[in-house]
């Protein structure tokens, strides 16, 4: 138990010293030891980016986006040749936690290197798995989303309207073409025309 803080050990029934958490006043004893610090810590108080640190240690990292842009040349059906353009974005793990990360690599055996791999490549492919779940539910919200649609093209609007009409009677007829110019003599034949 080299590197152990005494207030980080207690005694057990037969009288030997055991590693209990160090953090919290936690008496954990299903214990590891920090890859960085050495101390013990229990499952509730390690790193949340990676099991072998305890909460404290591992803990100050920023990732660093860089947005970049490729260019691709394309050969068209017809022979010409063509370019496209994509943005693309490139990230970087910073911070004062960050650089400790290769030498402690380093420092593996051929076993545990293996058996972090596995786990790291475990859990990447679990946190694709659920960026590409999450990617798929909001894209399908997004498409059953009601959108407002417009509408090119002319619009024709009707109006209608509700004429009530009088019966026409030879006096408002006779009234009707002597507007229109009609001689006398033929609105007397149109009235009687009428009657009959």
């Keep these: 138990m080299s590197n152990t803080p005494i207030d980080s050990c207690a005694i057990n029934n037969e009288g030997v010293l055991i590693d209990i958490c160090a953090f919290n006043d936690c008496h954990e004893q299903n214990v590891k030891r920090c890859r960085k610090c050495n101390r013990p810590f229990c499952i509730m108080h390690c790193n949340h980016y990676s099991p072998n640190f305890c909460k404290e240690c591992f803990a100050n990292l920023t990732i660093i986006a ?35 990360i290769n030498p402690w690599i380093e420092t593996l055996s051929d ?38 649609k417009l509408i090119t093209g002319t619009v024709t609007k009707t109006k209608s309207v509700t004429k009530v009409v009088q019966p026409e009677t030879p006096e408002s007829m006779r009234a009707k073409w002597k507007k229109q110019g009609i001689p006398d003599a033929v609105i007397d034949m149109m009235v009687a025309a009428m009657k009959t």
């Design 111 to 148: 076993d545990e290197l293996k058996i972090l791999w596995v786990f790291h490549h475990h859990i990447m492919r679990t946190i694709e798995h659920e960026n590409d779940t999450r990617n798929i539910e909001k894209n399908r919200r997004l498409r059953e989303t009601p959108v407002a």
């Design 66 to 100: 860089d947005k970049f842009k490729r260019q691709f040349d394309h050969i068209a059906d017809n022979g010409q040749k063509y370019t496209s353009v994509e943005e693309r974005t490139r990230f970087y793990l910073d911070g004062p936690d960050w650089p400790f």
